[in-house]
Each structure stands twice: as structure tokens, then as C-alpha cells.
């Protein structure tokens, strides 16, 4: 996942001066999340509950006070501000940037100012939203501009939470949709409904399901699974996969909902891949090849298991690779993984899906032999003439492929998988 520094860049700021963070309440400031925030003009607050008992709504007027909703629900997380100016249904306030963004579209509340802190560093004010009263739909250097009496569309998102089959809880959010944002603000939800509802202290395996909707375009399958107290490693790893998919520079795709569940065990749910072997280092074409994998848990427990691999006769006689390993370690290891071109969201969405995960553990028999990644898949056993002729944008290496998947199998478990073993084998 990609900070958001790296994304916007440093803001313009006056010599000598510097940009004050604006507060948001609902938001942790939990140290452990604090790398979700990396680079956001945001100071977390702490959460508060909204819209309940903390007094009547400053005026919507020069002066008063207006909260702007990043996410709302189960979860509320609001900046508030002055009103500057107001005519018929036109709001504007701050008197400086939010994101400085541009167009954006998020609800935009009554507040209800509790307290103020002074400070000539950066003074602020305890504040609540209240109630809805219109969407922000500007968001510029000087300031916010919105509409009185409008909506903002958002971007739903439901998390289930599975405290080891004792309970479950569901929540129901909705957040701002945008495409820089919206990523980080899925990961930041999520790791705080992790952190607040599960231990932060001993052994824990955290997995994750679900799915993220988009029109017109299959669904996301997400999975992946993590066995430590580490609730950031499931966040970035949705915010990663939002990432990809809202800044691509093909369409901005419409995100109709995210749906996740996680389940959160006791236990540490860790498989290490710690032996591969095969009965004989030959092995015929039209075969089957059984590959014995060891595999042993936290507690050091060994068992061993059979992956069969089918040699299909096509296969060319000579030199091969057996590899078995997880799916994180595959990909780290795949020296074609950046040769598959991607020409369009579709590309990018059958990509994501066909994705190695890190709870599988893989074996795949591989050759030399070139081939083209081409719409967000492989195309394997070609002529060299005819993988040539398929470069993108005219660049015939682009995306060549060194080498040959010729067989594979997937062998799925219910704990993260680490290793990678390689092994040398002849194909007759």
C-alpha cells in the first residue's frame, strides 16, 4: 500500500510556515495504526460517539461550526470547521484545504463545539457532528464549498467479526469515495474494528474474506490470512488491492461495496514449508509426479503431504524446476511477474483474481521457454517469432516471458504458509 505522501506529494506552504494537521474524531490514534495515517494532513482524536448529547448544533451561519464525514455508521470519523460564508444553499468554510482534492462529494454535518483548546502552535475545538445538513462538494487551497440540503454518495463497506466462534459482530459503514482516499480509509477501518474488538496481547491468527463489488465487472475475491497480533498486515493488504484498483489509468471503477468477515483465533495458525522431495529426479512425459512436502506447524509438529503433478506430453524434454512454496513467495520469486500487460480495468480485475495467496500452499513445474503476458494472464509455449510481435507499445521484451508454468497444483490451508523450496528435476 502506497502512503499517501508518495501519492499527493509535499502541499505548498508559505516560507516559514507549515501546515497544520486538522483534528478527526472517531479516528484511533492507536501508535500501532499510525502508519495508515502516514502523510495525511489528519491528526487522529480519538473516537466519540455521534449525534447524541453533546448540545445543540452551532448556527449555519459566518462563525459556526460544520463537521465533514470521511466515514459514517458504526463508525463515525469527522473533521469539523468555521463556516465563512453563506448564500441561499451555497456553504463555504475552513478558510483553508481538506485534501485540496478538487471535486469530491461527502456529507457534511451540523457540529456541536464542546470545548476549546487554545495554543499558539495549533489551537482547535472538541467537536461532534450532530446532523446532516448538505455534501462538500469543492475542496481547494483556500477552502471547502458545498451545498446545503444535498447527499453524498458513498462507498459501503460491512465487516463481520469472528472472536473464535464465541460471537459475532457485524458493522455497517459507509465511506468516502474517492480514489486516492477511499483505499486509505478502508484500511484504517478495518484495522481499528480489528484493534478495538480483538486482544492486542498474546497469541493470535487473523484471517480475511470477502469480497469488493464493482459494476459492471466481477467481483475481487479477497483472502489472506496472518498469524500475529498485527491487524495492519490484513488493513494494507485491502488497502493495497483498492490501491490497484482505484488508480488505474484506464476508468475510475465504481466500487458498489465492500463485504468482509475476519476471524480471529487464539492461536498461532503458522505452517512452514520445511521439505520437498520426489521419489526420482527423471520424470516422464504424460506422467504424474508425486511431490512429498513437509510441512510443520509453530509447535513443531512435521507432517508430510503429497502434491501430484501431471507432466502433460507437450512438455519439452530437458531441464525443469520444481518449486514449491507459498503464494507471497512465489511471486517475490517469479522473474515474469512484471511482464504480464494489463490494457484495462477487465485486465486488472481477472489479474487480481487469479492472484497466489499465503494461506496455499503451491507446487508448479517450470521450463525455460519464452512465451507473452498478455490482457492480465500468461500465454505460455509460443514461438519466439510470435511473442516478439505481441510487445506493448512496440517494446518486442516488454512482456516476453522467460519461462513456462507446465504443471501445477494448489494445496489450500487453514493457516499463513511460509517457504520456498526449489528443486532441480530432468524431463524425459
Not at 95 to 110: K, T
Not at 213 to 232: Q, S
Not at 379 to 407: C, H, K, V, W, Y
Request: glycine share 10%; charged share 15%.
Amino acid at each position: 500500500m502506497i502512503p499517501f505522501s508518495q501519492i499527493m506529494g509535499t502541499p505548498d506552504v508559505p516560507e516559514g510556515g507549515h501546515l497544520l494537521p486538522i483534528p478527526v474524531f472517531g479516528a484511533s490514534n492507536d501508535p500501532e495504526l499510525q502508519s495508515l495515517w502516514q502523510g495525511m494532513p489528519l491528526r487522529p482524536m480519538g473516537a466519540m460517539a455521534a449525534g447524541t448529547g453533546m448540545g445543540e448544533p452551532s448556527p449555519i451561519e459566518p462563525g459556526g461550526m460544520v463537521a465533514v464525514n470521511l466515514v459514517q455508521g458504526d463508525l463515525d470519523m469527522s473533521a469539523s470547521g468555521t463556516i465563512t460564508y453563506v448564500a441561499g444553499k451555497k456553504i463555504l468554510c475552513f478558510g483553508h484545504q481538506f485534501f485540496n482534492l478538487g471535486a469530491v462529494d461527502l456529507p457534511m454535518w451540523s457540529a456541536s463545539v464542546a470545548v476549546c483548546f487554545p495554543d499558539y502552535q495549533n489551537s482547535f475545538k472538541l467537536s461532534q457532528a450532530v446532523a446532516p445538513i448538505g455534501a462538500l462538494r469543492l475542496d481547494r487551497n483556500m477552502g471547502i464549498g458545498g451545498l446545503l440540503g444535498a447527499e453524498a454518495h458513498m462507498v459501503p463497506m460491512r465487516v463481520g467479526l469472528n472472536l473464535g466462534g464465541k460471537r459475532t459482530l457485524n458493522f455497517k459503514f459507509e465511506l468516502m469515495d474517492h480514489p486516492v482516499i477511499t483505499p486509505n480509509l478502508a484500511a484504517m477501518v478495518l484495522a481499528q474494528t480489528i484493534t478495538t474488538y480483538v486482544r492486542g496481547v498474546g497469541f493470535q491468527s487473523l484471517s480475511l474474506q470477502g469480497n469488493i463489488k464493482l459494476a459492471g465487472h466481477p467481483a475481487i475475491e479477497i483472502e489472506n490470512m496472518v498469524a500475529d497480533l498485527n491487524a495492519n498486515r490484513l488493513a494494507t493488504y485491502l488497502g493495497g488491492i483498492l490501491q490497484v484498483l482505484t488508480m488505474n489509468p484506464w476508468e475510475r471503477p465504481v466500487v458498489e461495496g465492500i463485504s468482509l468477515t475476519v476471524k480471529a483465533e487464539e492461536r498461532l495458525d503458522l505452517t512452514a514449508i520445511t521439505g520437498v522431495r520426489t521419489l526420482k529426479a527423471r520424470v516422464k512425459r504424460g506422467q504424474t509426479l508425486p511431490v512429498l512436502v513437509v510441512l510443520q506447524n509453530i509447535q513443531g509438529v512435521k507432517e508430510t503431504t503429497t502434491m501430484n503433478l501431471y507432466v502433460p506430453p507437450s512438455a519439452r524434454p530437458g531441464k525443469a524446476t520444481l518449486m514449491v512454496g507459498d503464494g507471497f513467495s512465489l511471486i517475490n520469486a517469479d522473474p515474469d511477474e512484471r511482464a504480464v500487460d494489463v490494457a484495462g480495468l477487465a485486465d486488472l480485475v481477472r489479474m487480481l483474481n487469479g492472484g497466489l495467496k499465503n494461506n496455499h500452499a503451491y507446487a508448479i513445474l517450470v521450463q525455460a521457454q519464452p512465451g507473452a503476458g498478455l490482457r492480465g494472464a500468461r500465454i505460455e509455449g509460443i514461438p519466439p517469432t510470435i511473442s516478439s510481435m505481441l510487445g506493448a507499445d512496440g517494446d518486442f521484451n516488454a512482456n516476453r516471458l522467460q519461462r513456462q508454468i507446465i504443471s501445477r497444483s494448489v494445496l489450500p490451508l487453514e493457516s499463513e504458509v511460509r517457504g520456498l523450496i526449489s528443486i532441480e528435476l530432468e524431463v524425459e
